[in-house]
T-cell receptor, first 113, second 114 residues
Framework: GAGVSQSPSNKVTEKGKDVELRCDPI?????LYWYRQSLGQGLEFLIYFQGNSAPDKSGLPSDRFSAERTGGSVSTLTIQRTQQEDSAVYLC???????????FGPGTRLTVT | AQSVTQLGSHVSVSEGALVLLRCNYSSSVPPYLFWYVQYPNQGLQLLLK??????LVKGINGFEAEFKKSETSFHLTKPSAHMSDAAEYFCAVSGPRGGNKLVFGAGTILRVKS
């Protein structure tokens, strides 16, 4: 079946602009996660959704970062007023209930110039 | 809090040789442990996982790992390396309760020499 998909695959933006990153989880998966992968920081957790609610937002690095999930499916990660340190690969994962292994998408590579 | 330490940021083995990638974890609750592999410009693919039960777990592509509670380790092994195993490998830990985030190690890049 279809896996986790993310769009765009690559995004180049100017410092100060807002960006939106999209994640389509595996159909029927109730849990959705966002992670960030960067050279300096490795793989970092950002936020976790169960259904449309986010019980764990502890990894969001600043108030410039926000995320929402609608219909228990698609999620959007928004970064406002992007900074160069936001450059990274943003990975989305989903799992059936949150107790199981997470299935990852291919990621969105964000470059802030 | 949970953490993962992967010993060796780079490991090089000859084709056909044993692969051993080391992972030690810290967790205040019974851990769930995972190994993921990442090929260039791709997402993470699950190799294997330990949740409860048998401490020796087998995964895809001939990999296996053993959970050793006394040593807080979850090392990944493969008896015979193949060129296609060249990739970056990540060990991760999460808690036993639903919804817990994965905490990753820094990763180990495996190089396979012909």
């Amino acid at each position: 079946g279809a896996g986790v998909s993310q769009s765009p695959s690559n995004k180049v933006t100017e410092k100060g602009k807002d960006v939106e990153l999209r994640c389509d989880p595996i159909s029927g998966h109730t849990a959705l996660y966002w992670y960030r992968q960067s050279l300096g920081q490795g793989l970092e957790f950002l936020i976790y959704f169960q259904g449309n609610s986010a019980p764990d937002k502890s990894g969001l690095p600043s108030d410039r970062f926000s995320a929402e999930r609608t219909g228990g499916s698609v999620s959007t990660l928004t970064i406002q007023r992007t900074q160069q340190e936001d450059s990274a690969v943003y990975l989305c994962a989903s799992s059936p209930h949150g107790d199981y292994e997470q299935y990852f998408g291919p990621g969105t590579r964000l470059t802030v110039t | 809090a949970q953490s993962v330490t992967q010993l060796g940021s780079h490991v090089s083995v000859s084709e056909g040789a044993l692969v051993l990638l080391r992972c030690n974890y810290s967790s205040s609750v019974p851990p769930y442990l995972f190994w993921y592999v990442q090929y260039p410009n791709q997402g993470l693919q699950l190799l294997l996982k330990y949740t409860t039960g048998a401490t020796l777990v087998k995964g895809i592509n001939g990999f296996e790992a053993e959970f050793k509670k006394s040593e807080t380790s979850f090392h990944l092994t493969k008896p015979s390396a193949h060129m296609s195993d060249a990739a970056e490998y990540f060990c991760a830990v999460s808690g036993p309760r639903g919804g817990n985030k994965l905490v990753f190690g820094a990763g180990t890049i495996l190089r396979v020499k012909s």
